[in-house]
């Protein structure tokens, strides 16, 4: 017991220095995952010391609600990639939910097949999978539980520049997408007026496929007609992606101040992958989520992990590749 929540204190201390040096790093999830890890360990443990009966009844509810957990999480995604289908453009990234959803379902068929057979070379596939599948998971959990965290803690410091990050426009008319991380914006720079600040907003976003004209003069019309004077918003207008939103606003706000400190607007489910390319593109600044529609945000949380996934792929790679290879090995 007091090993396990040595082992905790020793993680959460490693979490905080993290956290303090840079709260910006996929590395901060997975500490804190681990903190909580041990710290359940240890908890269970010390219920046993008082009663072996209630740790066995807790470690048995723990252990049920793991199916139960993945069958609810399945059904909810195969109806949340229904929604998704019927709402929106039928296209790869909105389909996430649902095919991850039956994936789910899939693998659960699959694992009773290969029981029911009982073929060895199946068997093995079906635990390369798991052991890739649970190394993806606990990936994800760290994602979802700290991006959670990232998206509730606020900065208290003064601030020379709000970014805005634009994220397509129809026609020339902001959506509602767009919109939220406008009104989102224009709250704090409202706040920080009313504190005697006075920090510049930065539209950014160039003009894409479809578009009438840049995102960055649609979004700076928008927050006018919201009342903001148009000679505290600077337009950045050759951006196509994020990473170009935040290397060239960069540029602009170095241009201006040097030793500026700036917030990023976005939308609360880009806001953690967001603060992650701001910090590799050197960015002085946190980011801050604006409102998503419901049904939009299990697809859209489910890519910005697989954007996240895919952007260190000799690692996760390599670790998958080492997975696969110890259940061939234990099968030889």
Same mark, same amino acid.
């Given at each position: 017991?007091?090993?396990?929540?040595?082992?905790?204190?020793?993680?959460?201390?490693?979490?905080?220095?993290?956290?303090?040096?840079?709260?910006?790093?996929?590395?901060?999830?997975?500490?804190?995952?681990?903190?909580?890890?041990?710290?359940?360990?240890?908890?269970?443990?010390?219920?046993?010391?008082?009663?072996?009966?209630?740790?066995?009844?807790?470690?048995?509810?723990?252990?049920?609600?793991?199916?139960?957990?993945?069958?609810?999480? *399945?059904?909810? /995604? =195969?109806?949340? &990639? @229904?929604?998704?289908?019927?709402?929106? +453009?039928?296209?790869? #990234?909105?389909?996430?939910?649902?095919?991850?959803?039956?994936?789910?379902?899939?693998?659960?068929?699959?694992?009773?097949?290969?029981?029911?057979?009982?073929?060895?070379?199946?068997?093995?596939?079906?635990?390369?999978?798991?052991?890739?599948?649970?190394?993806?998971?606990?990936?994800?959990?760290?994602?979802?539980?700290?991006?959670?965290?990232?998206?509730?803690?606020?900065?208290?410091?003064?601030?020379?520049?709000?970014?805005?990050?634009?994220?397509?426009?129809?026609?020339?008319?902001?959506?509602?997408?767009?919109?939220?991380?406008?009104?989102?914006?224009?709250?704090?720079?409202?706040?920080?007026?009313?504190?005697?600040?006075?920090?510049?907003?930065?539209?950014?976003?160039?003009?894409?496929?479809?578009?009438?004209?840049?995102?960055?003069?649609?979004? *700076?019309?928008? /927050? =006018?007609?919201? &009342? @903001?004077?148009?000679?505290?918003?600077? +337009?950045?207008?050759? #951006?196509?992606?994020?990473?170009?939103?935040?290397?060239?606003?960069?540029?602009?706000?170095?241009?201006?101040?040097?030793?500026?400190?700036?917030?990023?607007?976005?939308?609360?489910?880009?806001?953690?992958?967001?603060?992650?390319?701001?910090?590799?593109?050197?960015?002085?600044?946190?980011?801050?989520?604006?409102?998503?529609?419901?049904?939009?945000?299990?697809?859209?949380?489910?890519?910005?992990?697989?954007?996240?996934?895919?952007?260190?792929?000799?690692?996760?790679?390599?670790?998958?590749?080492?997975?696969?290879?110890?259940?061939?090995?234990?099968?030889?």
């Amino acid at each position: 017991m007091f090993i396990c929540f040595g082992i905790a204190a020793f993680w959460f201390v490693v979490f905080g220095v993290s956290f303090l040096r840079d709260r910006r790093l996929f590395k901060n999830g997975i500490f804190l995952v681990l903190t909580l890890m041990f710290a359940g360990l240890g908890v269970i443990l010390a219920v046993e010391t008082i009663s072996q009966q209630a740790a066995r009844v807790l470690v048995l509810l723990i252990l049920a609600a793991i199916p139960v957990a993945i069958f609810v999480l *399945a059904v909810f /995604l =195969v109806i949340n &990639g @229904v929604t998704m289908l019927r709402r929106e +453009r039928h296209r790869l #990234s909105n389909l996430l939910s649902l095919l991850v959803g039956l994936g789910i379902i899939g693998f659960v068929i699959f694992s009773v097949l290969v029981q029911k057979i009982g073929w060895e070379p199946l068997a093995m596939v079906r635990w390369a999978l798991l052991g890739v599948l649970t190394y993806i998971s606990f990936l994800f959990l760290c994602f979802l539980l700290y991006a959670f965290v990232y998206s509730r803690v606020r900065s208290s410091r003064k601030v020379d520049f709000v970014v805005v990050l634009g994220s397509g426009l129809i026609g020339s008319r902001v959506p509602p997408l767009l919109a939220s991380r406008l009104d989102r914006a224009k709250q704090v720079y409202e706040r920080a007026l009313r504190k005697g600040r006075s920090p510049r907003l930065i539209t950014s976003g160039g003009q894409g496929p479809g578009e009438d004209l840049p995102e960055s003069h649609a979004m *700076a019309a928008y /927050l =006018v007609a919201q &009342g @903001v004077a148009a000679d505290q918003i600077i +337009r950045e207008d050759k #951006s196509t992606t994020t990473w170009e939103n935040l290397i060239f606003s960069r540029d602009l706000m170095a241009g201006e101040r040097p030793q500026y400190r700036c917030l990023i607007v976005t939308n609360n489910f880009h806001a953690f992958r967001a603060a992650m390319t701001a910090r590799k593109a050197k960015v002085n600044g946190q980011v801050i989520g604006s409102p998503t529609a419901a049904y939009y945000w299990p697809t859209a949380t489910i890519r910005e992990f697989v954007a996240i996934l895919v952007s260190h792929p000799y690692l996760n790679g390599g670790i998958c590749l080492l997975i696969v290879a110890g259940a061939i090995l234990s099968y030889l």
